[in-house]
């Protein structure tokens, strides 16, 4: 069994081949870190790991005694205030004022398999023998809370899933103001924090800084995870990069208020902690009720930052993405915003259906404008009905004819939000998110409805369940175009609105429970203005996301480049647009936009019927491509070569699972002029194998062994001298690798 525990010295020790995790009931009886890191061979005893050398200006645990303070210690869940001045994963508003904690250990089990969270997202197990489950309880006599923190180790992914969960066995109420699903102390400082952030339209770009004494941290407040920042951090030794060296990697499975930070204390020790943001959060516990915190996953590798991403990829793969969709190919699509707007009749809509089915693309969608009376985007949302006046035969029946065509439909749909000038609003105005005797703000002219209150929900439920039903709609495109403001509900009383943000989110996860468990067979796909709530809370509902509204090929590179740190490319929609580009006006070859967007869920937005012929069978020869090495591309092992925040050029590559064949981007950015010679090395090859080497035209370049293009790359220089009119900016070329 992969976790042991030693009862003289009363240690933990979570293993798999990869890693150990080390954690020890210290003599006051609280939790203390001892180790997490490559894997080690298990000891009864490991006293040596507990450092507490005397410190000045230090306060001390027990009386007379100046050996043992917490302020010195590594812990497994901090609380603040009894000689520790770090920030904590835990506070407890009780009703003397006081926020004093003292958790103490009580009994623990270790089980084969791993428990569910309830109303919550998380990573899972098929069978018990997958994983290995460490539950420890822990007490607080005085206000007779329990504390109990989860941890799973898998065997199969160098991860461990944590989680902590309250549970008020007394006769009080209390407010639980801070619970982070992780804490974890390091005994130095000597990494780098990875971070990735940016805005709408350039969301998860890659920001890097040694970490320094006091608190880096990044977060959000606006009721989802963000287009500014992810619920996901690196620290990495100063050397490590993307083919080797250590590395830990923080992700929270969660969708709203998160923070992420790490806190260096003046004797270099660094405090990491994920989980709910505890601004602008309390969490009333009542007596008998409990409170469960969102899973964090971490994840440790001494191979680099792609081994640890690819840990990350095959874990949220296998074991977060769930149901039908899981291991399937994803579909080709047209969307038809770009191509229509909100101009579009059945005619329209079903002549580039036609089109699209003779390109061979698979799934038509059907964007914003199809339901009440929305015709821009300040009237109708929450309207979950058809506008008749567009769609004669209504969504059954043009859904028919797409499905007459051969090709699968989807729909839109922003479910969280609605217009004033709407039925839903007018009937039912108390049903968004506002502070009373407070202005209400807007965005997009649309207001947050208030998913903490069952009912609405259950309004929203009962519209979509029958549209989805009447359709046999196969997907559903999910947006979500604005933050919460004025967060407040009228449903709670004053000291529950602290329980508003998160209450919210959990609504947002029960609605998407019951559609998938009511048409288990739809594809859904997230998305918050495009990129605003990519994270791996949704990951669990939706196994795709639109990555970034942002559909530029050369932004698109830092996006996508960012996003697979540690998202995997079968959940970054990924989609062919028109040039010049909507967002920045720039223009870029056919060939490179499509490029770019094969490493995701692959699909096109933008008018087919008004492309030249020339582009329309080029399409077609992308579609077939596509459909070749879709299972390459999507669920292949990703490599990142070179990225875009250090190099003009980038390169990305799959590889198959069996390594029999692999594909690589080559991305110029921007032309140079009588560049240097290049060659691009190709790890996650077999070494032992030979392999054709093609390009995406057929053309052949030679035969090489995995050994070779390892060790000594593939010659990739060009002659961008002038006179080859071959490269251009925004150049790109795919390299196939075929075993023989």
């Given at each position: 069994?992969p976790?042991k525990?030693?009862?003289?010295?009363?240690?933990?020790?979570?293993?798999?081949?990869?890693?150990?995790?080390?954690i020890?009931?210290?003599?006051?009886?609280?939790l203390?870190q001892?180790?997490?890191?490559?894997?080690?061979?298990?000891?009864d005893?490991?006293?040596?790991l507990?450092?507490?050398?005397?410190r000045?200006?230090?306060s001390?645990?027990?009386?007379?005694?100046?050996?043992?303070s917490?302020?010195?210690?590594?812990?497994e869940?901090?609380?603040?205030?009894?000689t520790?001045?770090?920030l904590p994963?835990?506070e407890?508003?009780?009703?003397?004022?006081s926020?004093?904690?003292n958790?103490?250990y009580v009994?623990?089990?270790?089980?084969?398999?791993k428990?569910?969270?309830n109303?919550?997202?998380?990573t899972?197990v098929?069978?018990?023998?997958?994983?290995?489950?460490?539950?420890v309880?822990l007490?607080?006599?005085?206000?007779n809370?329990?504390?109990?923190l989860i941890?799973?180790?898998?065997?199969?992914?160098?991860?461990?899933?944590?989680?902590?969960?309250f549970t008020?066995q007394?006769?009080?109420?209390?407010?639980?103001t801070t619970?982070?699903s992780?804490?974890?102390?390091?005994?130095?400082?000597d990494?780098?924090?990875?971070?990735?952030?940016g805005a709408?339209g350039?969301?998860?770009?890659?920001?890097a800084?040694h970490?320094?004494?006091?608190?880096?941290s990044?977060?959000s407040?606006?009721?989802?995870?963000?287009?500014?920042e992810?619920?996901?951090?690196?620290?990495k030794?100063?050397h490590t990069?993307?083919?080797q060296?250590?590395a830990?990697?923080?992700?929270?499975?969660y969708?709203?208020?998160?923070?992420?930070?790490?806190?260096?204390?003046?004797?270099k020790v660094?405090r990491v902690?994920?989980?709910?943001?505890?601004?602008?959060?309390?969490?009333?516990?009542?007596?008998?009720?409990?409170?469960?915190?969102?899973?964090?996953?971490?994840v440790?590798?001494?191979?680099?930052?792609?081994?640890?991403?690819?840990?990350f990829?095959?874990?949220?793969?296998?074991?977060?993405?769930r149901?039908?969709?899981?291991?399937?190919?994803?579909?080709?699509?047209?969307?038809n915003?770009?191509?229509?707007?909100?101009?579009f009749?059945?005619?329209?809509?079903?002549?580039?259906?036609k089109?699209?089915k003779?390109?061979?693309?698979e799934l038509?969608?059907?964007?914003?404008g199809?339901?009440?009376?929305?015709?821009?985007?300040?009237?109708g949302?929450?309207d979950?009905w058809?506008?008749?006046?567009?769609?004669?035969?209504?969504?059954?029946?043009?859904s028919?004819?797409i499905?007459?065509?051969?090709?699968m439909?989807?729909l839109w749909?922003?479910?969280?939000?609605?217009?004033?000038?709407?039925d839903l609003?007018?009937n039912h105005?108390?049903?968004?998110?506002?502070?009373?005797d407070?202005?209400?703000?807007?965005g997009?002219?649309?207001?947050?409805?208030?998913f903490?209150?069952?009912?609405?929900?259950d309004?929203?439920?009962?519209?979509?369940?029958?549209?989805l039903?009447?359709?046999?709609?196969?997907?559903?495109k999910?947006?979500?175009?604005?933050?919460?403001?004025?967060?407040?509900?009228?449903?709670?009383?004053a000291d529950q609105q602290?329980?508003?943000?998160?209450?919210?989110?959990?609504?947002?996860?029960d609605?998407?429970?019951?559609?998938?468990?009511?048409?288990?067979?739809i594809?859904?796909?997230?998305?918050?203005?495009?990129?605003?709530?990519?994270?791996a809370?949704?990951?669990?509902?939706?196994?795709q996301?639109?990555?970034s509204?942002?559909?530029?090929a050369?932004?698109?590179?830092?996006?996508?480049?960012?996003t697979?740190?540690?998202?995997?490319t079968?959940?970054m929609?990924?989609h062919v647009?028109?040039s010049?580009?909507?967002?920045?006006?720039?223009?870029?070859?056919?060939?490179?936009?499509?490029?770019?967007?094969?490493f995701?869920?692959?699909g096109y937005?933008l008018?087919?019927?008004s492309l030249p012929?020339?582009?329309r069978?080029?399409i077609?020869?992308?579609?077939?491509?596509m459909?070749?090495?879709?299972?390459?591309f999507?669920f292949?092992t990703?490599?990142?070569?070179k990225?875009?925040?250090?190099?003009?050029?980038v390169?990305w590559?799959?590889?198959?699972p069996d390594?029999?064949?692999?594909?690589?981007?080559y991305?110029?950015?921007l032309n140079d002029?009588?560049?240097?010679?290049?060659r691009q090395?190709?790890?996650?090859l077999?070494?032992?194998?030979?392999y054709?080497v093609s390009?995406?035209?057929?053309?052949?370049?030679?035969?090489?062994?995995g050994?070779?293009?390892?060790?000594?790359?593939l010659?990739?220089?060009?002659?961008s001298?002038g006179?080859?009119?071959e490269?251009?900016d925004?150049?790109?070329?795919?390299?196939?690798?075929?075993?023989?």
């Open positions: 069994m976790i525990f030693h009862k003289q010295s009363r240690e933990f020790h979570l293993y798999n081949d990869q890693l150990s995790y080390i020890k009931v210290l003599k006051n009886d609280q203390g001892l180790y997490f890191g490559k894997r080690v061979v298990d000891r005893n490991h006293d040596y507990v450092e507490n050398t005397y000045p200006v230090t001390y645990v027990y009386d007379n005694d100046y050996s043992f917490l302020g010195n210690m590594k812990q869940y901090p609380a603040y205030g009894t520790d001045y770090r994963a835990v407890i508003k009780q009703p003397n004022g926020s004093i904690t958790f103490t009994s623990h089990r270790i089980y084969d398999g428990p569910q969270l109303g919550l997202p998380a899972y098929e069978n018990d023998n997958e994983a290995t489950t460490l539950e309880l007490h607080d006599d005085v206000i809370v329990d504390l109990t941890y799973t180790i898998f065997n199969n992914y160098d991860a461990i899933a944590r989680s902590a969960k008020n007394g006769e009080h109420d209390y407010q639980l619970a982070m992780m804490n974890l102390d390091l005994p130095d400082d990494y780098d924090w990875l971070q990735f952030s709408w350039r969301e998860r770009q890659l920001k800084a970490l320094r004494p006091g608190i880096q990044v977060g407040t606006r009721g989802a995870s963000s287009h500014m992810n619920p996901f951090v690196i620290l030794r100063p990069d993307d083919f060296g250590e830990y990697g923080f992700s929270l499975v969708s709203g208020n998160f923070l992420a930070q790490a806190e260096v204390d003046p004797y660094t902690q994920l989980g709910i943001n505890p601004f602008h959060f309390s969490w009333k516990l009542a007596p008998q009720a409990s409170f469960q915190t969102p899973e964090a996953v971490m440790y590798t001494t191979n680099g930052l792609n081994d640890l991403s690819q840990n990829h095959h874990l949220y793969q296998q074991r977060l993405t149901g039908y969709w899981r291991d399937r190919q994803r579909p080709i699509l047209v969307n915003w770009e191509a229509t707007y909100f101009d009749t059945e005619d329209k809509l079903l002549s580039l259906a089109t699209a003779d390109l061979g693309i038509f969608v059907l964007d914003d199809w339901f009440g009376k929305r015709t821009s985007e300040t009237a949302l929450g979950w058809v506008n008749r006046d567009r769609l004669p035969d209504g969504i059954s029946g043009l028919a004819k499905h007459q065509l051969g090709m439909f989807g749909f922003e479910p969280e939000m609605t217009n004033k000038d709407s609003y007018r105005p108390d049903y968004i998110i506002k502070t009373p407070r202005h209400a703000s807007h997009r002219k649309q207001y947050v409805l208030d903490s209150r069952p009912e609405v929900v309004y929203v439920y009962n519209m979509m369940v029958k549209v039903a009447d359709g046999k709609v196969d997907y559903v999910w947006d979500m175009n604005r933050n919460i403001t004025e967060c407040f509900s009228a449903a709670y009383p602290g329980e508003i943000f998160h209450r919210y989110i959990l609504g947002v996860y609605l998407y429970e019951r559609l998938i468990n009511k048409f288990p067979q594809l859904f796909e997230s998305c918050a203005s495009g990129g605003g709530r990519f994270d809370g949704m990951l669990y509902y939706a196994p996301a639109w990555t509204d942002d559909s530029d050369i932004e698109r590179l830092k996006i996508q480049t960012g697979s740190y540690c998202y995997p079968s959940s929609g990924a647009s028109v010049p580009n909507e967002q920045l006006q720039r223009q870029t070859p056919l060939k490179t936009r499509a490029d770019v967007a094969y995701g869920a692959f937005e008018d087919l019927n012929e020339t582009d069978q080029q077609k020869q992308q579609v077939a491509f459909k070749k090495y879709r299972q390459i999507q292949g990703f490599y990142r070569l990225t875009p925040f250090d190099s003009n050029i390169a590559l799959a590889v198959s390594k029999k064949q692999a594909i690589m981007g991305f110029k950015i002029v009588n560049a240097e010679y290049r090395q190709l790890p996650g077999a070494a032992d194998l030979t054709q390009e995406e035209d057929g053309s052949q370049i030679g035969e090489f062994t050994n070779e293009l390892a060790n000594i790359g010659v990739t220089t060009d002659a001298a006179e080859n009119k490269t251009t925004f150049y790109s070329k795919l390299f196939i690798f075929n075993a023989k």
